[in-house]
């Protein structure tokens, strides 16, 4: 199996749960600054030109979460169970792209990728909605979280990789987590796994 990714917000959760999972997977590097992810090559497994995508054979499998969920499901582990728990790990997966992620992104956007690798201004108004509706939804998550050790309660699972994927980044994205000590002392958890703290190859490997 190969993995494709690059050191951004959707690789790593693929590239977290990999390595958290020993999965039998060879990455491969794709850089987008130089475009790699715009080849015809690539664009032949992935048509969206974006990364992660996880191949095996014939197979060309694209979105972080699946890839996760496909990773877990091969490894035969609870990060994706297969009993009705599988229900709650698609609520979060899905209020994580729709809401609390969403809204970290532009966040990430305007703060992080427009100024370095884009040399334009952040836009002020998009940086105000954004903030209030990334605020509105910490809230949720870190109500949720009291009590919790992590998101569907004992047992770790892709939703948690999936969620908590801005949180490293938060800093400097302008994320104001710091507000919502529930959410800091779950992603101090998740710092405990060395796959989370760490889920891409060292660079060597990687061109090894
Ligand atoms: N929904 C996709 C999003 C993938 C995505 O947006 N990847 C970004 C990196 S985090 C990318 O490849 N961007 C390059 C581009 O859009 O040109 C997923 O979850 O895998």
């Known amino acids: 199996m190969k993995l494709y990714y690059f050191e951004t917000l959707n690789p790593r959760k693929a590239c977290a749960v990999a390595k958290h999972l020993g999965s039998p997977v060879e990455f491969v590097r794709i850089d987008l600054a130089k ?8 664009l032949a ?7 992660p995508t996880l191949s095996r054979g014939g197979m060309h499998l694209w ?5 996760m969920a496909y990773l877990a499901r091969e490894a035969r582990s609870d990060l994706f169970p297969s ?22 992104s532009t966040l990430y956007f305007e703060n992080i990728v427009k100024p370095r690798f884009l ?3 952040p836009d002020p108004k998009a940086i105000e909605e954004a903030t209030g509706f990334f605020n509105q939804f910490a809230q949720v998550l870190n109500d949720h979280l009291r009590g919790r050790k992590y998101l569907l309660g004992d047992a770790l699972t892709i939703a948690d990789f ?8 938060a800093e400097q994205a302008n994320l104001s987590v710091s507000a919502f000590p529930e959410i800091e002392r779950w992603h101090a958890r998740l710092n405990e796994l060395p ?3 760490e889920p891409f190859p060292s660079p060597k ?3 090894a």
């Open 45 to 51: 497994i992935n048509p969206n030109g974006k990364v």
């Open 119 to 121: 040399k334009a201004a």
């Open 162 to 169: 999936s969620v908590a994927v801005v949180l490293p980044g």
């Open 63 to 67: 979105e972080a979460d699946a890839i």
């Open 195 to 197: 796959a989370w703290r």
């Open 205 to 207: 490997a990687a061109a």
């Open 35 to 42: 475009g790699e992810h715009k080849t015809p090559e690539y």
């Open 83 to 104: 009993d009705e728990r599988q229900i709650d790990v698609m609520r979060w997966l899905s209020w994580g792209a729709q809401h609390f992620t969403r809204h970290a």
